[in-house]
C-alpha cells in the first residue's frame, strides 16, 4: 500500500488555527475508526497526540482535534503556540494487524 | 515510567545481517503487543512489524517479509528484529513501540537506533 496523503507543509501565526488532513483509501482510513496522530520534533521520538479518530491521550493539550470524514482523517491545532512546530504523522489500522502511516506535515509556526 | 531503549544499530554492507534489540521497561511488557517502525534519513515513519504478547503471531511490511524477523523474550522484557539480507533502502532509524488499544496505537516510543546499509 501507498503511504497516506498529507500536505507537505502547512503553517500559521500563533493563536491561529490549522489542520491537517490525511486521504487514504477504504483500505485503511475510510474503513476503521483507528487513525492516530503523532507530533515529532526533531531528532526526537513521536509522541502520540490522538488516537481511534478523536481522543486525546492524557497530557494532551484540548487543543489538538481529530476528525474523519469518509477516507480523509484530519488533526486540527487550536491556539497554535510555537511548541507546536513539529513534523505530525496520521497513522491509519491496515487490515490484518497492519499500519500505514502518512508522508508527514511539517508545520511551521510563524 | 515506561522505558524503551533500542540498540544494536550500526554500519553493515549490503547483503549482511544484524540484530536489534528493544529493552522494556516501567510496565508489564508480556501483556503487550509490540511494533517496530523505521524512518530513513530526512523521510518519514514507515511500520514494520508487530508481534502479539505471547509471540505466536507477527506481521510485516510487505517489503521486509522474508528478510526480517521479529521475536520477543518476556522473561527478560525484550524485543528484537532480526534483520538478514539487508539492502541500501533499509538504513533507518528503527524504533520500537509499545501497542496499545485494539493493535492500532503506538502510545510510547524508544528513542531509536540507527541502521546504515552501504559499502
Known amino acids: 500500500q501507498s503511504a497516506l496523503t498529507q500536505p507537505r507543509s502547512v503553517s500559521g501565526s500563533p493563536g491561529q488555527s490549522v489542520t491537517i488532513s490525511c486521504t487514504g483509501t477504504?483500505?485503511?482510513?475510510?474503513?476503521?475508526?483507528?487513525v492516530s496522530w503523532y507530533q515529532q520534533r526533531p531528532g526526537k521520538a513521536p509522541k502520540l497526540m490522538i488516537y481511534d479518530v478523536f481522543k486525546r491521550p492524557s497530557g494532551v493539550p484540548d487543543r489538538f482535534s481529530g476528525s474523519k470524514s469518509g477516507k480523509t482523517a484530519s488533526l486540527t491545532i487550536s491556539g497554535l503556540q510555537a511548541e507546536d512546530e513539529a513534523d505530525y504523522y496520521c497513522?491509519?489500522?491496515?487490515?490484518?494487524?497492519?499500519?500505514?502511516f502518512g508522508g508527514g506535515t511539517r508545520l511551521t509556526v510563524l | 515510567e515506561v522505558q524503551l531503549v533500542e540498540s544494536g544499530g550500526g554500519l553493515v554492507q549490503p547483503g549482511g545481517s544484524l540484530r536489534l534489540s528493544c529493552a522494556a521497561s516501567g510496565f508489564t511488557f508480556s501483556r503487550y503487543w509490540m511494533s517496530w517502525v523505521r524512518q530513513a534519513p530526512g523521510k518519514g515513519l514507515e511500520w514494520v512489524a508487530n508481534i502479539k504478547q505471547e509471540g505466536s503471531e507477527k506481521h510485516y511490511v510487505d517489503s521486509v517479509k522474508g528478510r526480517f524477523t521479529v521475536s520477543r523474550d518476556n522473561a527478560k522484557n525484550s524485543l528484537f528484529l532480526q534483520m538478514n539480507s539487508l539492502r541500501a533502502e533499509d538504513t533507518a532509524v528503527y524504533f520500537c513501540?509499545?501497542?496499545?488499544?485494539?493493535?492500532?496505537?503506538?502510545?510510547?516510543w524508544g528513542q531509536g537506533t540507527l541502521v546504515t546499509v552501504s559499502s
Open positions: 477504504s483500505s485503511n482510513v475510510g474503513g476503521y475508526d483507528c
Open positions: 497513522c491509519s489500522y491496515a487490515g490484518t494487524y497492519t499500519l500505514i
Open positions: 513501540a509499545r501497542i496499545v488499544g485494539d493493535g492500532t496505537v503506538l502510545d510510547y
